[in-house]
């Protein structure tokens, strides 16, 4: 091998910078200075070397990634699973069963996942800490709640926008759908709403996976949604295959409230009283 001179190390320098220029890989000759010097240092392979040329502007650019998925996603919530307070209702919501959940395996194989319980519980804290999980591992991630979904549809639906709304919620790999009958002003203020809905989960069918989080248990979907025919392919698209997590337990809400009361309810401490 021919010994390179000082002015071939400085000649391949300068092209190895205009290659990273060309690559929009953000390396400075700086950087590039410290890396060899520490490649020297520290007698690194040439695989070595290349890792940790690479391993900082890719996880520059796998962070700046997950950001922008985070905020197309729209997460109503800062929630993730680190804040969760998995103890408070520890016999029946399983840790384990949520963090299989955030491998995104279940997105991979396009299935649909349903959270049902009663309100309080932490459905949609929970969904959103999935959500978040997914966006990291790559996958492109929408949240709605139900409500904010048909007011949209039913805007579109009246302005002939309809199907570019309905091919934009089809591109997701992970749509998730909150609060679906939180209360009956659904269904009054959006009457073509178990149209609308159905149109949405049909369109993802088999093309990405659809999470709904309710506190309607199945038997109750014909009666919310006032549509029998309706509910029962809503049902059919949604459900069958899907993931099915039941979340029972103490409320976070009424646990709170109570606390609340409790602080209200205690005397003020009385001041000392003043020396004579």
């Excluded at 502007?57 to 997950?66: G, T």
């Excluded at 248990?217 to 295959?241: C, K, Q």
Aim: include cysteine; charge should be positive; glycine fraction near 6%.
């Amino acid at each position: 091998m021919i010994p390179m001179t000082p002015r071939d190390d400085s000649t391949f320098r300068e092209q190895i910078l205009k290659h990273l220029e060309t690559l929009k890989i953000p390396l400075t000759g700086e950087q590039l200075d410290e890396l060899l010097a520490a490649a020297t240092k520290n007698k690194l392979t040439h695989l070595q070397m290349l890792e940790r040329l690479l391993a900082s502007p890719a996880n520059q650019r796998r962070e700046r990634s997950i950001e922008r998925r985070l905020r197309l996603a729209k997460f109503r919530d800062p929630a993730t699973f680190e804040s969760f307070d998995w103890k408070f209702n520890e016999k029946t919501i399983d840790q384990g069963q949520f963090m299989e959940l955030a491998s995104g395996e279940f997105v991979r194989r396009r299935e649909n996942l349903v959270f049902v319980g009663k309100s309080g519980v932490g459905k949609s804290h929970l969904i959103q800490s999935l959500g978040r999980r997914c966006c990291a591992l790559g996958y492109r991630v929408r949240y709605t709640t139900s409500a904010e979904l048909l007011e949209e549809l039913t805007a579109a639906s009246g302005d002939k926008t309809l199907p570019t709304r309905i091919r934009y919620y089809c591109r997701f790999d992970l749509l998730i759908i909150d609060e679906f009958g939180f209360d009956k002003l659904e269904r009054l203020e959006y009457p073509e709403s178990p149209s609308l809905l159905y149109k949405v989960i049909d369109s993802r069918s088999r093309r990405g996976s659809t999470a709904m989080v309710t506190n309607i248990d199945f038997n109750g979907w014909t009666d919310y949604l006032g549509d029998p025919p309706l509910a029962m392919a809503l049902l059919d698209r949604v459900v069958d295959g899907a993931i099915v997590q039941r979340m029972d337990g103490k409320s976070y809400r009424e646990f709170r409230a109570e606390q609340k009361k409790a602080r209200n309810r205690r005397p003020a401490k009385n001041s000392k009283s003043a020396k004579s």
